[in-house]
Nanobody, 125 residues
Framework: VQLQASGGGLVQAGGSLRLSCVAS????????MGWFRQAPGKERDFVAA????????NYADSVKGRFIISRDNAKNTVYLQMNSLNAEDTALYYC???????????????????WGQGTQVTVSS
């Protein structure tokens, strides 16, 4: 499966952005989807994850209450609505997919099989 992330850009602190990740190829599998981010000189950090049906979500503590992950399986797309952005949210954001169900450990990047190319989010203070 191929993942294409988009929606990044430059936004002022306090603003919002919505990222999208479209899956193509072998999309018949029930993928767990996740978002990760990586700032320059730092490790790749977990942001959010969602089960195939959308009923189960996980968030990093740093984004709880500000970010919302959702998906539209008919469109093979997962979204990340980001609100109240601050400078610490500046990073390259990646979407990832896992082809088997997973109820725990979704914050571990090693459990994901596929990765998108990333979309840059820059928040100006």
């Amino acid at each position: 499966v191929q993942l294409q992330a988009s929606g990044g850009g430059l936004v002022q602190a306090g603003g919002s952005l919505r990222l999208s990740c479209v899956a193509s190829g072998r999309t018949s599998s029930r993928y767990v989807m996740g978002w990760f981010r990586q700032a320059p000189g730092k490790e790749r950090d977990f942001v959010a994850a969602i089960s195939w049906g959308g009923s189960s979500t996980n968030y990093a503590d740093s984004v709880k209450g500000r970010f919302i992950i959702s998906r539209d399986n008919a469109k093979n797309t997962v979204y990340l609505q980001m609100n109240s952005l601050n400078a610490e949210d500046t990073a390259l954001y990646y979407c990832a997919a896992r082809s088997n169900p997973l109820s725990a450990g979704r914050d571990n990047p090693s459990v994901y099989n596929y990765w998108g190319q990333g979309t840059q989010v820059t928040v100006s203070s």
